[in-house]
C-alpha cells in the first residue's frame, strides 16, 4: 500500500537518479538518520553505548569495507584484523604525534594509511585468485599483527606493548580517553558510519562499482569488454581498506581505548567481519549493518539470558555462541546463500503488493 | 666444522620434522579438495575434535558433564574407567567416521552445485560449530595426550651426530615416529587411490562429478568415505599435536600453518602437499634461525610460511605440483 513506485512521478535526472527512488525508501531513510541523530543521544547510557551502539557502529564500517571488496569485486579477503590494527596503530601515532589536530583529521588520515597499505597487500591479487587469494591475504593479516608486536616505535615503546589513547577532543568535547561522555563517542562514530555508507551506496551504483561487479561476475571478460583489472582491483582494495582503517581507528581510539594487538585484531577479527558480509548479504550496503548488528546481538543476548538469566557458567555459553554462530552460518548458506539483505529484498517485493497480491 | 654450520643442520633437521607434521594436515586438505572441491578449513578443528574425543574416551569422562552440571545441578565428571589406547583410538575413528557421515546429510548434500566460495565458507561455520561443540563435550581446559608414544632425546641420533661432528642432535623421538607415520600414510593413501576400486572411484569423482555418476557410482557414498579419510588423517595429525603440546584450542590453528602448505604445493596434489611442508618446514626454522632470531626479533615464525607462499605464488599462481590453470570465458 506504501511502499510503491506507482504514482511517484519525478520530473528531473537528479531525481531520477537519487539513491532511493522510492518515496517509502526515501523516508524511511531520513526517519532512521532523525531518530538516529536526535533521539538515540538522549536517551542512551553507558552500557547500551559500549555493549551494542559502539561496536555495531564500528564493525558496520567495517564489514561495508569488505564487503566491497568481498561482495562487490570478488576478492575474497582474510586480512581484515590486521588491516584494522594498521588504522588502529596508524591513528595512535598521529594522536600523539599531533595532539592538536582534530580528531576527524586524524582518522580519516588513519585511513589514507590503510587504504595505502591495503594497496600494497592487494599487488598480488593481479596474479593470484580465488583461495589461492583468500590464504594469501592471511599473510597480511600475520604479517602486520607481528610487526606491530615487534617494532617498539608503532606502540611508542611502552614497557607493556600496549597503545593506550590520551584524551582528545572534537570542538571541546572529548571523544577518547577515559573522561567520553557516552553520547559523544556514540555521535562521533555515527558521524563516520553515515558518510561511509553514502560513499560506499553511491560508488557501488556509480561506474566504479559497476566496474568491480564485472571483475566479480569474470574478470576475464570484464577485461576484454575494457575493464582495467589493475585499477578495478586495486580501487577496491583501496577503498575497502580505507573503510576498514577507519573502523581499526575507531575500535581502538573510541570503543576501547588500550590495545593489545595479537588480542584484539587477530585472525579471528578477520573471520567475525567475513561472517557479518556473509550474514549480512554479499554485495549489499544494508546487508553490512543487518550482519554486523545480528553478529553484535546475538552475544549479549546470549550472554544475558544463558549467563544472567539461567546462571550458566561463562565458559560454557561461550561454547554454546560458537555453536550457534557456527550453526547459523551453515543454515544462513543453504537457506539463503545471500544473506539477510536477500531477506529484506523479498520483504520489499512482498510489500510492494500488499495488501492486495492479486 | 664451524658450530653455526652444525647448529643450522640441527635446525634444518628439525624443520624437516616439523615439515612434516605440516604436511600431514594438509593431506587431509588434499583429499577432501581432490574429491569433493571443497576447501575443508575444518581440517584442523577436526584434528582437535578428534583428539578432544580420544582423551575424553581415554579418561571416560561425561560428554557435555559441563552443561548437564549446569541444568540439572549435578556433579558427573568420569565414568571411572579408563580404555586402553588403542580401543580408544578405534572408538574415535567411529565418532570421526558418524561425523563425516552427518556432516555429508546435513551440510554437503544441500550445497551441491554451489560456488566453491560458498563451501569454504560453510566449512567455516562448520570449523566454529565444531569448536564449540568439542569444548562443550570434553571441557576446554588443556588435556595432556599420552596413547604410548615415545618422547623425549633420541639417544641413537645423539650418539651417532656426536661421533661425526662432535657435537649431538637434538631431535625429539616423537618427531621421528610423526616422520615414519606420516611417511607410511602417505604410502597408504597413494596405493588405495591408485589400486582400490573405491580409491579409483574417487578418483573418479574427483575428474567429473555427471561422468562418475553417469557410471554408477555413488556421489553420497564417495563424500562420506573422504570425509572419513579426512578425518582419519585428522585423527592422526591430532595425536601427534597432541602429544607434542598438550590437546588445546591452538591445535586448531595448525590448520592455518596448513594453508600455506598447500598453496605452495598445489591444492590438487599428494606429492604437492608433502614437497610444501618439508619446505615450509625448513624454511621457518632457517629463517628464524638465521635471519629472523638475530635481525628482526624472533617469532618471525608465525608469518614466514605465508609470506614465502605469497611470494612463490606470485611467480607459479597454481603452486607447484598443481594443475595449470586454464580460464575460459
Redesign the interface.
Known amino acids: 500500500m506504501f511502499y510503491r513506485e506507482a504514482g511517484d512521478f519525478k520530473t528531473s535526472y537528479t531525481e531520477d537518479n537519487q539513491t532511493f527512488p522510492i518515496k517509502f525508501d526515501r523516508y524511511r531513510y531520513y526517519a532512521v538518520l532523525v531518530f538516529a541523530f536526535a533521539v538515540v543521544p538522549f536517551v542512551i547510557n553507558d552500557y547500551w553505548v559500549n555493549a551494542v551502539f559502539l561496536p555495531f557502529l564500528i564493525y558496520a564500517i567495517a564489514a561495508i569495507g569488505l564487503n566491497i571488496l568481498v561482495g562487490y569485486c570478488g576478492q ?1 579477503s582474510l586480512g581484515t584484523g590486521g588491516f584494522m590494527a594498521v588504522g588502529a596503530y596508524a591513528v595512535y601515532k598521529l594522536m600523539t604525534s599531533f595532539p592538536d589536530v582534530s580528531m576527524f583529521i586524524h582518522v580519516i588520515l588513519a585511513g589514507v594509511i590503510t587504504a595505502v597499505v591495503g594497496v600494497l597487500f592487494g599487488l ?1 591479487s593481479l ?6 587469494l ?3 591475504t ?2 597480511a593479516q ?2 602486520l ?2 610487526l606491530f ?3 617498539p616505535w608503532f606502540y611508542n615503546y611502552s614497557a607493556s606493548g600496549q597503545i593506550s589513547a590520551p584524551e582528545r577532543t572534537v570542538l571541546g568535547v572529548p571523544i577518547t580517553g577515559a573522561e567520553t561522555a557516552p553520547w559523544a563517542a556514540y555521535l562521533f562514530c555515527l558521524v563516520f558510519v553515515t558518510v561511509c555508507a553514502i560513499i560506499a551506496r553511491n560508488l557501488t551504483r556509480g561506474m566504479a562499482g559497476r566496474k568491480w561487479m564485472a571483475i566479480r561476475d ?1 574478470d ?2 570484464a577485461e ?1 569488454i575494457g575493464v582495467n583489472p589493475l585499477k578495478a582491483k586495486l580501487t577496491a582494495f583501496a577503498v575497502s581498506s580505507f573503510f576498514v582503517g577507519i573502523s581499526g581507528a575507531l575500535f581502538f581510539s573510541v570503543y576501547l581505548g588500550a590495545v593489545e594487538v595479537g588480542e584484539v585484531f587477530g ?1 579471528n577479527k578477520s ?1 567475525l567481519v ?2 557479518m558480509v ?1 550474514i549480512g548479504g554479499l554485495g549489499s550496503i544494508f546487508g553490512s549493518f543487518a550482519g554486523a548488528a545480528f553478529l553484535v546481538l546475538l552475544p549479549v543476548l546470549l550472554k544475558n539470558t544463558l549467563v544472567g538469566g ?4 561463562t ?2 555459553a561461550a ?12 543454515i544462513f ?2 537457506a539463503e ?1 545471500h544473506g539477510l539483505a536477500q531477506l529484506w529484498r523479498v520483504t520489499k517485493e512482498k510489500l510492494r503488493l500488499w495488501p492486495f497480491p492479486h | 666444522m664451524p658450530e653455526q654450520l652444525i647448529w643450522g643442520m640441527e635446525v634444518f633437521l628439525n624443520g624437516l620434522m616439523a615439515g612434516v607434521l605440516y604436511a600431514l594436515v594438509a593431506l587431509g586438505f588434499v583429499l577432501i579438495f581432490k574429491a569433493s572441491g571443497i ?1 575443508n578449513y575444518a581440517q584442523g578443528v577436526m584434528a582437535l575434535f578428534a583428539a578432544l574425543t580420544l582423551v575424553g574416551i581415554m579418561e571416560g569422562q561425561v560428554p557435555f558433564s ?2 548437564i552440571n ?1 541444568i540439572f545441578g549435578t556433579e558427573v565428571h568420569h565414568f571411572g574407567w579408563h580404555v586402553p589406547a588403542l580401543l580408544a583410538i578405534l572408538l574415535t575413528m567411529v565418532v570421526m567416521v558418524a561425523m563425516a557421515w552427518v556432516v555429508n546429510q546435513l ?1 554437503f548434500r ?2 551441491v552445485n ?1 560456488e ?3 563451501l ?3 566449512t ?10 568439542g ?2 563435550m570434553w571441557g ?1 581446559d588443556i588435556k595432556k595426550l599420552d596413547v604410548g608414544l615415545p618422547q623425549g632425546l633420541n639417544p641413537f641420533i645423539d650418539e651417532v651426530t656426536y661421533n661425526i661432528f662432535g657435537y649431538g642432535f637434538f631431535i625429539d623421538n616423537l618427531d621421528v615416529v610423526a616422520t615414519v607415520v606420516a611417511a607410511l600414510l602417505v604410502i597408504v593413501l597413494v596405493i588405495f587411490a591408485q589400486y582400490s576400486k573405491q580409491g579409483r572411484a574417487m578418483r573418479a569423482v574427483a575428474d567429473d562429478h555427471q561422468a562418475a555418476l553417469s557410471v554408477g557410482i555413488s556421489l553420497n557414498f564417495i563424500w562420506v568415505m573422504v570425509w572419513s579419510l579426512a578425518g582419519f588423517v585428522a585423527l592422526v595429525a591430532g595425536i601427534m599435536w597432541g602429544t607434542k603440546s598438550g590437546v588445546q584450542f591452538s591445535l586448531s590453528l595448525i590448520a ?1 600453518k596448513a ?2 602448505v ?2 605452495l604445493g598445489g ?1 590438487t596434489s599428494i606429492p604437492g602437499a608433502i614437497v610444501g611442508g618439508l619446505i615450509i618446514g625448513v624454511g621457518e626454522k632457517v629463517f628464524e634461525f638465521a635471519i629472523g632470531a638475530p635481525y ?5 615464525e ?2 614466514f610460511a ?2 614465502l ?2 611470494i612463490f ?2 611467480f607459479r ?1 597454481q ?1 607447484l605440483f598443481g594443475e595449470k ?1 586454464i ?3
Open positions: 575474497v598480488p596474479r593470484i585468485k580465488g583461495f589461492y583468500a590464504v594469501a592471511l599473510a600475520f604479517f599483527v607481528w608486536n615487534r617494532v569474470m576475464i571478460a576484454i585472525i573471520f567475513l561472517f556473509i539461567l546462571g550458566w557458567p565458559d560454557l561454547h554454546l555462541e560458537f555453536i550457534i554462530v557456527g550453526a547459523l552460518i551453515i548458506l543453504i546463500p | 576447501f559441563h552443561l549446569a551440510i544441500h550445497l554451489q566453491p566460495i560458498i569454504f565458507m560453510a567455516i561455520g562448520l570449523a566454529y560449530f565444531l569448536e564449540g561443540f569444548d562443550m576446554s592455518l594453508l600455506p598447500l598453496m591444492f628482526l626479533g624472533g617469532a618471525t608465525i608469518w605465508y609470506v607462499a605469497l605464488l606470485v599462481p603452486g590453470i580460464e575460459r570465458v
